[in-house]
């Protein structure tokens, strides 16, 4: 797995030629309030049940509020063959902070 601060991820999204899967591991509440245009929605609980619809070659970057719940998905998802995981560090709250000062907070 590898770990990208939001400015990084901003960076990594604006040259990538194909753009991974922003998979949003919050809850619909908390995705509600927040969330980076185009991040697909895949609460944490289902994460296990919905393995099969992701490419385990696919380069997937992983948010949640803070990091700490991607990066125990991102490494989850690892020891299930997904090969190209990011977790994305300081979460949507970084994003905020440091991209995207203007999003919503909770």
């Known amino acids: ?3 990208m601060r939001p400015t990084q991820l901003k960076q990594h999204l604006e040259q990538s030629e194909k753009p991974p899967l922003l998979l949003d591991v919050r809850e619909p509440w908390e995705y509600q309030i927040c969330h980076i245009d185009g991040a697909e ?25 803070h990091g700490i719940r991607s990066r125990q998905v991102a490494a989850y ?18 994003w905020a902070q440091e991209v995207d ?3 919503p907070t909770y």
Do not use: K, W, Y
């Open 1 to 3: 797995m590898r770990h």
């Open 41 to 65: 929605l895949v609460p944490m609980r289902t994460i296990p049940a919905a393995l099969g619809r992701f490419d385990r070659e696919q380069e997937i970057v992983v948010i949640c509020h």
């Open 77 to 94: 998802m690892e020891h299930q063959g997904f090969s190209n995981i990011i977790n994305l560090q300081g979460g949507i709250a970084g």
């Open 101 to 103: 000062p203007g999003m």
